[in-house]
């Protein structure tokens, strides 16, 4: 059979700092070829076309015989992590205001706006007041103009949905943008929570559209005609039209990704398997061959959400993370992200000269400035914005260049003004990164070595509390900011294992901990490290685990292909979707089902269990074929939960679960 009469199939990960492809030979299950690309945030096109074109190149597969095409993305999970995504506005119905305080809603909402009206339900399905659709008219009035999208939150809404759906057509009808109902998400109560994961899906929607639009538009000028599916935090696929509602899902995508491909790259049934990207680690325990998933949903940025995702730790460690000198340092002790900068390195490729001419001046002053070595340009995303008084300055000393961030910023409310601008992605702010030390030390030599020694002597000569440099020169400073990232990484890792172990992984953060990691004590013998293997992930993975491995007391794999495993996941996993239909019993001897809008009626219990897993198992089916796949298995379990009462046995209310898995339809 020749190559080009194999079925391909295209795997793409779009990462903070690159974006990866590989094609996928699905007969014999293997990797054909392989290409990077660097991540183009203002325009995500030029990146996914580098790498899919040089991978294509590279493998001599005819775009036709492409039969799948699937994608995993950091975008949500960096967006999350650093503060940033689409202004959004809350819509709670049937909700006192203290209920904005309980489940991190309150931190989640930040600025955005609020819409509290009268309605919702009861435990039971049943409405306990009016819908008040003219006040939400009203508000909507007031704040359309300023959000890209739309939460929904309505009490009790997975037990009766007719509330926010009501809500949901309403602002379709009045604004035209996006709408995310809380049911949709999640089948869980707790309101507060799943309002949370609503109003971040609001947030993403943009996001992911621009993304999953890019995606398709590069594939039809590429001749490739095959469907797209797109990884969610849980390692599953589902269809790209599937996820555009549910862009929160997507929420640790990359990460899953990464464990799925890892798993394909080196089988081992008890390992620790850690992700480092540009701009953050992603950490997750494999135990007899299973990882974990989060029990209580996964948390990002702060935000715990009702998504179902692989139990990982993320941290915002990366090659690609901003160093900064710690507020009041003895020395150079340095804190390590967790917002992502480019690397000077590598905009000097773009920026050389204006780069270097600024660096060397800087240099031959004779006393430090407060943001020597930092640029600042902005991005697509600039015009039009709505700013204030310092952010106007700040943006009009920039205008269309790159500049040194002294040369726009003068005073300390333009300083916050920078970085506001910066956190709303607007401005792009360039400051020396790992990867600029990695270059530096030689470890690297991806991009411009020269700017990056530049930027270390400038960084070397900052002073700490005593008025002292923090360093003798450049490459001292360089080996620093390494060791500070193998330490942060240390820690991290090591709190994943104690979680995984039932234990607090708190404790890493210990000075107990601490002693045994920096080898401190003299009386005493402290050792702490992993019992099993470490599996280095990410394109920065070989310049850094080995140290980490070597501190911990392990042994280190990064696979060959370790740089794409996102890529690789992505390709290789298998669409898996779930249903969890209710039943409760608002009296001794009546069982409500709650299935759509209007719960059913049931006066016998094994009826109600019936038509809880009919129901479950229809919904499933429905949502597998748009999820993308018509060859998978259903497997439904009934639970239940029943008191005691007097002697009695009473049925407080059961769960039929069902969920479909299978491998994604082929073109």
Same mark, same amino acid.
């Given at each position: 059979?020749?190559?080009?009469?194999?079925?391909?199939?295209?795997?793409?990960?779009?990462?903070?700092?690159?974006?990866?492809?590989?094609?996928?030979?699905?007969?014999? #299950?293997?990797?054909? +070829?392989?290409?990077?690309? *660097?991540?183009?945030?203002?325009?995500?096109?030029?990146?996914?076309?580098?790498?899919?074109?040089?991978?294509?190149?590279?493998?001599?597969?005819?775009?036709?015989?492409?039969?799948?095409?699937?994608?995993?993305?950091?975008?949500?999970?960096?967006?999350?992590? &650093? =503060?940033?995504?689409?202004?959004? !506005?809350?819509?709670?119905?049937?909700?006192?205001?203290?209920?904005?305080?309980?489940?991190?809603?309150?931190?989640?909402?930040?600025?955005?706006?609020?819409?509290?009206?009268?309605?919702?339900?009861?435990?039971?399905?049943?409405?306990?007041?009016?819908?008040?659709?003219?006040?939400?008219?009203?508000?909507?009035?007031?704040?359309?103009?300023?959000?890209?999208?739309?939460?929904?939150?309505?009490?009790?809404?997975?037990?009766?949905?007719?509330?926010?759906?009501?809500?949901?057509?309403?602002?379709?009808?009045?604004?035209?943008?996006?709408?995310?109902?809380?049911?949709? @998400?999640?089948?869980?109560?707790?309101? *507060?929570?799943?309002?949370?994961?609503?109003?971040?899906?609001?947030?993403?929607?943009?996001?992911?559209?621009?993304?999953?639009?890019?995606?398709?538009?590069?594939?039809?000028?590429?001749?490739?005609?095959?469907?797209?599916?797109?990884?969610?935090?849980?390692?599953? @696929?589902?269809?790209?039209?599937?996820?555009?509602?549910?862009?929160?899902?997507?929420?640790?995508?990359?990460?899953?990704?990464?464990?799925?491909?890892a798993a394909h790259l080196a089988v081992a049934d008890d390992v620790v398997i850690s992700d480092i990207g540009g701009t953050t680690t992603d950490i997750a325990v494999v135990r007899d061959g299973v990882p974990a998933f989060g029990e209580d949903g996964a948390v990002v940025g702060g935000h715990r959400t009702m998504i179902e995702a692989v139990m990982m730790r993320t941290?915002? @460690?990366?090659?690609?993370?901003?160093?900064?000198?710690?507020?009041?340092?003895?020395?150079?002790?340095?804190?390590?992200?967790?917002?992502?900068?480019?690397?000077?390195?590598?905009?000097?490729?773009?920026?050389?000269?204006?780069?270097?001419?600024?660096?060397?001046?800087?240099?031959?002053?004779?006393?430090? =400035?407060?943001?020597?070595?930092?640029?600042?340009?902005?991005?697509?995303?600039?015009?039009?914005?709505?700013?204030?008084?310092?952010?106007?300055?700040?943006?009009?000393?920039?205008?269309?260049?790159?500049?040194?961030?002294?040369?726009?910023?003068?005073?300390?409310?333009?300083?916050? +003004?920078?970085?506001?601008?910066?956190?709303?992605?607007?401005?792009?702010?360039?400051?020396?990164?790992?990867?600029?030390?990695?270059?530096?030390?030689?470890?690297?030599?991806?991009?411009?070595?020269?700017?990056?020694?530049?930027?270390?002597?400038?960084?070397?000569?900052?002073?700490?509390?005593?008025?002292?440099?923090?360093?003798?020169?450049?490459?001292?400073?360089?080996?620093?900011?390494?060791?500070?990232?193998?330490?942060?990484?240390?820690? !991290?890792?090591?709190?994943?294992?104690?979680?995984?172990?039932?234990?607090?992984?708190?404790?890493?953060?210990?000075?107990?901990?601490?002693?045994?990691?920096?080898?401190?004590?003299?009386?005493?013998?402290?050792?702490?490290?992993?019992?099993? *293997?470490?599996?280095?992930? =990410?394109?920065?993975?070989?310049?850094?685990?080995?140290?980490?491995? &070597?501190?911990?007391?392990?042994?280190?794999?990064?696979?060959?292909?370790?740089?794409?495993?996102?890529?690789?996941?992505?390709?290789?996993?298998?669409?898996?979707?779930?249903?969890?239909?209710?039943?409760?019993?608002?009296?001794?001897?009546?069982?409500?089902?709650?299935?759509?809008?209007?719960?059913?009626?049931?006066? &016998? #219990?094994?009826?109600?269990?019936?038509?809880?897993?009919?129901?479950?198992?229809? +919904?499933?089916?429905?949502?597998?074929?748009?999820?993308?796949?018509?060859?998978?298995?259903?497997?439904?379990?009934?639970?239940?939960?029943?008191?005691?009462?007097?002697?009695? *046995?009473?049925?407080?209310?059961?769960? +039929?679960?069902?969920?479909?898995?299978?491998?994604?339809? @082929?073109?």
């Amino acid at each position: 059979m020749g190559t080009n009469d194999r079925c391909y199939a295209l795997g793409i990960d779009t990462g903070g700092t690159y974006t990866d492809a590989v094609v996928y030979d699905e007969a014999e #299950r293997e990797i054909v +070829a392989k290409a990077k690309a *660097p991540t183009t945030h203002d325009d995500l096109a030029i990146g996914i076309r580098g790498s899919i074109e040089t991978a294509l190149g590279a493998s001599a597969v005819d775009p036709a015989a492409i039969q799948m095409v699937a994608l995993s993305t950091t975008l949500a999970t960096n967006a999350l992590v &650093e =503060g940033t995504g689409r202004p959004a !506005a809350l819509v709670t119905v049937g909700f006192e205001a203290g209920a904005l305080d309980r489940g991190g809603l309150r931190d989640a909402i930040g600025s955005d706006a609020i819409i509290q009206v009268a309605g919702g339900h009861n435990s039971h399905g049943e409405p306990v007041a009016e819908l008040d659709l003219d006040a939400l008219s009203s508000a909507l009035d007031e704040i359309a103009d300023d959000v890209d999208a739309f939460a929904i939150i309505a009490q009790f809404a997975t037990r009766n949905a007719d509330h926010e759906l009501a809500v949901r057509d309403l602002i379709r009808e009045r604004t035209g943008k996006p709408v995310t109902c809380s049911h949709v @998400l999640s089948a869980s109560l707790g309101g *507060p929570k799943r309002g949370v994961t609503a109003l971040l899906n609001a947030r993403l929607i943009p996001m992911i559209d621009d993304l999953v639009a890019t995606s398709d538009r590069i594939l039809t000028e590429l001749r490739i005609d095959a469907p797209m599916m797109i990884v969610r935090g849980n390692g599953s @696929l589902v269809s790209a039209d599937f996820v555009k509602e549910r862009p929160v899902e997507t929420i640790l995508s990359g990460p899953a990704a990464s464990l799925v491909g890892a798993a394909h790259l080196a089988v081992a049934d008890d390992v620790v398997i850690s992700d480092i990207g540009g701009t953050t680690t992603d950490i997750a325990v494999v135990r007899d061959g299973v990882p974990a998933f989060g029990e209580d949903g996964a948390v990002v940025g702060g935000h715990r959400t009702m998504i179902e995702a692989v139990m990982m730790r993320t941290h915002g @460690l990366g090659g690609d993370s901003e160093i900064q000198l710690k507020d009041r340092a003895a020395g150079c002790d340095l804190e390590v992200g967790p917002r992502r900068v480019v690397p000077l390195s590598l905009m000097a490729e773009t920026h050389g000269d204006v780069l270097r001419i600024a660096l060397e001046r800087q240099l031959n002053e004779a006393i430090p =400035g407060a943001f020597d070595g930092m640029f600042i340009q902005q991005t697509a995303r600039a015009t039009d914005a709505t700013l204030d008084r310092n952010e106007g300055h700040v943006m009009d000393r920039v205008g269309d260049h790159v500049v040194p961030v002294g040369a726009a910023v003068g005073t300390a409310l333009q300083d916050r +003004a920078m970085r506001r601008l910066v956190g709303r992605g607007l401005l792009r702010l360039c400051a020396f990164t790992p990867t600029d030390a990695s270059h530096v030390l030689g470890d690297q030599t991806t991009h411009d070595p020269t700017v990056a020694r530049l930027g270390a002597e400038l960084f070397a000569r900052r002073r700490d509390r005593y008025g002292n440099n923090i360093a003798e020169d450049g490459e001292k400073f360089s080996r620093v900011v390494t060791a500070t990232l193998v330490r942060r990484s240390a820690e !991290a890792l090591l709190a994943a294992a104690l979680d995984r172990d039932g234990l607090d992984g708190a404790l890493a953060a210990g000075p107990l901990v601490a002693a045994a990691l920096d080898r401190t004590t003299m009386s005493s013998r402290v050792d702490i490290g992993l019992s099993v *293997p470490l599996v280095g992930l =990410g394109a920065p993975a070989a310049t850094y685990y080995p140290a980490i491995g &070597e501190l911990l007391g392990t042994q280190v794999t990064v696979p060959a292909d370790a740089d794409v495993a996102n890529a690789i996941g992505a390709v290789v996993a298998n669409v898996r979707v779930r249903y969890e239909v209710l039943v409760t019993a608002p009296r001794r001897g009546v069982y409500r089902v709650h299935v759509g809008t209007e719960p059913e009626t049931k006066w &016998e #219990r094994p009826e109600a269990q019936a038509r809880a897993c009919e129901a479950a198992e229809a +919904a499933v089916r429905e949502k597998a074929l748009a999820a993308g796949t018509t060859d998978f298995e259903i497997e439904t379990e009934w639970t239940e939960n029943v008191i005691d009462v007097d002697g009695r *046995p009473m049925f407080v209310e059961g769960r +039929a679960v069902a969920i479909a898995s299978g491998r994604p339809d @082929l073109g």
